[in-house]
């Protein structure tokens, strides 16, 4: 029996939408921003990441806690609830956290341990093995994860060198390669997680793309990388291919759909990019602002429909032009703040399209405002928040896209043994040691190497060929409409 419609319970409610789309997806379209909240002061949580890599969308369904409702398909006939209704999540237990809040400050259980460096070594030297990192399952073990039914783990064996992530930096290290490489992407194309995104822009714009040359420069850089690495018959990719755990010397767990793989490397290079930031303000967790990698994934995997919404997009670069035609291109109504210098020929273009454009401006806050909307207080890059009043703007929006800096992933070459050290200035975690240099390279204890690139090192790899600084055409900044 085929419908285009799927029906499921939430909350006594019966919700129907279309079928393919994630459970999270369908309560967004539904006015639903709240998922489940956050363990310790009970804060609202919405659609975080959309990659299954937070805790945000946690919610029950069909009985079953902790389901990834971001990955989850909805299903006819299916219950989905929030999860975290019980006495821990009620007013007085949060009094109860807020008063001995002094005893565990803010971020305390990543903060602590980690100085100095020779007795964290020992520490997690000593956790590894406890939570479960510590050996590589065995092939034929049966395993059961978050939305695997008795997976059996196979071996895929060993391979010389492992390429993890598909996107810029990925290609360009394969392409580089000498010998043959295996490129493993969770996306089941080339091209990373803008990849899709791009495709789809050029798609939609066809010549019209040349108006915002950030992305018709990266969509033609890509698409050069991508012929050379299809020019390599020994090369091999495999896409829809998740790597989740690292373990030590030179193993890999892979996932892929319900499959659980193993296998060992002499030569990994991880070129996992980035993840989503959204940068320290207040009201920085408010349901309904993400970043733009989880923006691709709403609305090229699962459908999001935001014909007609009213869509934020704060920041600068690829991705706020990127996010910014993709969503015009669905028919959202669009404010861009633009939180940068340059890009002249792409603001033109957005003054054309009629988008509300504001520049010179930065972000304060954001608070939830009214039935599922937010509001944006925005200040004048040159005064303080207490500054005159009409430094001040309000913005409000039912979806607020964040383009900063993204976090370097750096998981698996952590769980192998590589040394990490927090870098603001790349804005997360990478290689100790990694300094200025752009490719980090480091061996492991059996001789096998792992090197880091691209994101994954805080390089930015998807600029315009001609950077905004070399754009002079003094554009002067200031509010347009
Ligand atoms: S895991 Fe679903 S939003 Fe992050």
């Given at each position: 029996?085929?419908?285009?419609?799927?029906?499921?319970?939430?909350?006594?409610?019966?919700?129907?939408?279309?079928?393919?789309?994630?459970?999270?997806?369908?309560?967004?379209?539904?006015?639903?921003?709240?998922?489940?909240?956050?363990?310790?002061?009970?804060?609202?949580?919405?659609i975080?990441?959309?990659?299954?890599?937070?805790?945000?969308c946690?919610?029950?369904?069909?009985?079953?806690?902790?389901?990834?409702?971001?990955e989850?398909?909805?299903?006819?006939?299916?219950?989905?609830?929030?999860?975290?209704?019980?006495?821990?999540?009620?007013?007085?237990?949060q009094?109860?956290?807020?008063?001995?809040?002094?005893?565990?400050?803010v971020?305390?259980?990543?903060?602590?341990?980690?100085?100095?460096?020779?007795?964290?070594?020992?520490?997690?030297?000593?956790?590894?093995?406890?939570?479960?990192?510590?050996?590589?399952?065995?092939p034929?073990?049966?395993?059961?994860?978050?939305?695997?039914?008795?997976?059996?783990?196979?071996?895929?064996?060993?391979?010389?060198?492992?390429?993890?992530?598909?996107g810029?930096?990925?290609?360009?290290?394969?392409?580089?390669?000498?010998g043959?490489?295996?490129?493993?992407d969770?996306?089941?194309?080339?091209?990373?997680?803008?990849?899709?995104?791009?495709?789809?822009?050029?798609?939609?714009?066809?010549?019209?793309?040349?108006?915002?040359?950030?992305?018709a420069?990266?969509?033609?850089?890509?698409?050069?990388?991508?012929?050379?690495?299809?020019?390599?018959?020994?090369?091999?990719?495999?896409?829809?291919?998740?790597?989740?755990?690292?373990?030590?010397?030179?193993?890999?767990?892979?996932?892929?759909?319900?499959?659980?793989?193993?296998?060992?490397?002499?030569?990994?290079?991880?070129?996992?990019?980035?993840?989503?930031?959204?940068?320290?303000?207040?009201?920085?967790?408010?349901?309904?602002?993400?970043?733009?990698?989880?923006?691709?994934?709403?609305?090229?995997?699962?459908?999001?429909?935001?014909?007609?919404?009213?869509?934020?997009?704060?920041?600068?670069?690829?991705?706020?032009?990127?996010?910014?035609?993709?969503?015009?291109?669905?028919?959202?109504?669009?404010?861009?703040?633009?939180?940068?210098?340059?890009?002249?020929?792409?603001?033109?273009?957005?003054?054309?399209?009629?988008?509300q454009?504001?520049?010179?401006?930065?972000?304060?806050s954001?608070?939830?405002?009214?039935?599922?909307?937010?509001?944006?207080?925005?200040?004048?890059?040159?005064?303080?928040?207490?500054?005159?009043?009409?430094?001040?703007?309000?913005?409000?929006?039912?979806?607020?896209?964040?383009?900063?800096?993204?976090?370097?992933?750096?998981?698996?070459?952590?769980?192998?043994?590589?040394?990490?050290?927090?870098?603001?200035?790349?804005?997360?975690?990478?290689?100790?040691?990694?300094?200025?240099?752009?490719?980090?390279?480091?061996?492991?204890?059996?001789?096998?190497?792992?090197?880091?690139?691209?994101?994954?090192?805080?390089?930015?790899?998807?600029?315009?060929?001609?950077?905004?600084?070399?754009?002079?055409?003094?554009?002067?900044?200031?509010?347009?409409?």
């Amino acid at each position: 029996m085929s419908s285009d419609k799927v029906t499921f319970d939430f909350k006594g409610k019966s919700i129907s939408c279309r079928p393919g789309t994630s459970v999270a997806v369908a309560l967004w379209e539904e006015g639903v921003r709240v998922l489940s909240h956050s363990p310790k002061y009970g804060r609202p949580r919405g659609i975080s990441c959309a990659r299954g890599q937070c805790t945000s969308c946690l919610m029950r369904v069909d009985g079953v806690p902790n389901i990834r409702t971001c990955e989850t398909e909805v299903r006819d006939g299916m219950t989905v609830e929030r999860q975290d209704t019980g006495a821990f999540y009620g007013a007085g237990m949060q009094k109860i956290l807020a008063t001995a809040d002094n005893l565990f400050p803010v971020g305390f259980y990543y903060k602590w341990f980690t100085r100095p460096t020779a007795l964290n070594r020992v520490f997690l030297d000593m956790i590894r093995p406890l939570t479960g990192v510590g050996r590589i399952p065995e092939p034929g073990t049966e395993l059961k994860a978050d939305g695997l039914s008795n997976s059996l783990v196979t071996d895929l064996g060993d391979f010389s060198k492992v390429i993890v992530g598909g996107g810029p930096a990925g290609l360009a290290a394969a392409v580089e390669s000498s010998g043959p490489v295996l490129v493993l992407d969770e996306h089941h194309e080339c091209g990373g997680q803008r990849g899709t995104a791009l495709r789809e822009a050029t798609t939609a714009l066809g010549n019209r793309l040349e108006r915002f040359p950030v992305l018709a420069n990266s969509g033609r850089r890509l698409d050069g990388l991508i012929k050379d690495f299809s020019a390599r018959p020994e090369h091999t990719f495999l896409g829809g291919v998740r790597a989740v755990a690292g373990y030590p010397p030179n193993g890999l767990l892979l996932r892929r759909e319900n499959d659980l793989a193993t296998m060992n490397f002499r030569e990994l290079v991880w070129a996992a990019g980035a993840m989503d930031t959204l940068g320290l303000f207040p009201g920085n967790d408010t349901p309904g602002l993400i970043g733009p990698r989880a923006l691709y994934r709403l609305l090229l995997r699962d459908g999001l429909d935001v014909a007609g919404r009213q869509v934020l997009i704060l920041g600068n670069g690829i991705d706020s032009w990127l996010s910014a035609v993709l969503l015009a291109e669905r028919g959202a109504r669009i404010s861009l703040v633009i939180t940068e210098s340059g890009y002249h020929t792409e603001i033109s273009a957005a003054i054309d399209a009629k988008w509300q454009l504001t520049t010179g401006f930065k972000l304060a806050s954001i608070r939830p405002h009214g039935e599922g909307q937010l509001a944006a207080t925005l200040v004048s890059r040159e005064s303080s928040p207490s500054g005159p009043l009409h430094s001040h703007l309000q913005l409000e929006a039912d979806l607020a896209i964040i383009c900063g800096q993204g976090k370097p992933t750096f998981d698996i070459p952590f769980q192998l043994g590589i040394d990490m050290s927090l870098q603001q200035d790349r804005g997360g975690f990478i290689p100790t040691g990694a300094g200025e240099s752009s490719v980090f390279s480091g061996r492991l204890p059996d001789g096998a190497t792992v090197a880091v690139v691209g994101e994954a090192i805080g390089e930015t790899v998807m600029e315009p060929i001609v950077p905004p600084g070399k754009q002079k055409n003094g554009h002067p900044e200031g509010s347009a409409q």
